[in-house]
């Protein structure tokens, strides 16, 4: 079946280390995005591609680095940097752009990443 | 700025009773409503949308919102509620306001359904 899949489910990281969270698509969409979900706050975007080899800045972009080597990868890298990363991950893929023509997100099951 | 506000953050309710969910956006121009479910440490997946014509859209399980403009508000109600409705539901909007790849999501409403 088509559908997002992210990896891994639960990671714990140390205090000054990087640790990337992987998805991959298998709906052959062009549009990618990473969203984080605090309790309270709903999803805000951390970053999202276009298309392969670009991608933007979402609002909460600091402390967070991506990649778009191949269409069905979109993984995120969450550095030291990121004082406050305890949180769930979401990755998300769309056809297109939703803001033209209502294009529906799809999600993946998620990634809760805790801070030891 | 484009803003979505879902004005309740739990609604707890009993099985076979009516639910409504509020959501309100700010926008002056067009925009596409979503409304999004999230069952317990899952992602979120499409309930339903409005794009354009009937106001009145509805899911395959039920639940229907209604786009009016004049209020700009999206609310998602269902008849009666059942058990496996408990989950959290995200209203949402994109739209040229947003820009192309933004979707704005609310806070989210807990549905808390009981026996």
């Known amino acids: 079946d088509g559908g997002i899949t992210q990896s891994p489910k639960y990671l714990f990281r140390k205090e000054g280390q990087n640790v990337t969270l992987s998805c991959e698509q298998n709906?052959?969409?062009?549009?990618m995005y990473w969203y984080r979900q605090d309790p309270g706050q709903g999803l805000r975007l951390i970053y999202y591609s276009q298309i392969v080899n670009d991608f933007q800045k979402g609002d909460i972009a600091e402390g967070y680095s991506v990649s778009r080597e191949k269409k069905e990868s979109f993984p995120l890298t969450v550095t030291s940097a990121q004082k406050n990363p305890t949180a769930f991950y979401l990755c998300?893929?769309?056809?297109?752009?939703?803001?033209?023509?209502?294009?529906?997100?799809?999600f993946g099951e998620g990634s809760w990443l805790t801070v030891v | 700025a484009q803003s979505v506000t879902q004005l309740d953050s739990q609604v707890p309710v009993f099985e076979e009773a009516p639910v409504e969910l509020r959501c309100n956006y700010s926008s002056s121009v067009s925009v596409y409503l979503f409304w999004y479910v999230q069952y317990p440490n899952q992602g979120l997946q499409l309930l339903l949308k409005?794009?354009?014509?009937?106001?009145l859209v509805k899911s395959i399980n039920g639940f229907e919102a209604e786009f009016n403009k004049s209020q700009t508000s999206f609310h998602l109600r269902k008849p009666s509620v059942h058990i496996s409705d408990t989950a959290e539901y995200f209203c949402?909007?994109?739209?040229?306001?947003?820009?192309?790849?933004?979707?704005?999501f609310g806070a989210g409403t807990r549905l808390f359904v009981k026996a």
């Open positions: 709906l052959n969409h062009d549009a």
């Open positions: 949402a909007v994109s739209g040229p306001p947003t820009g192309g790849f933004k979707t704005i």
């Open positions: 409005y794009l354009s014509g009937s106001t």
């Open positions: 998300a893929s769309s056809i297109s752009a939703p803001g033209y023509s209502g294009n529906t997100i799809y």
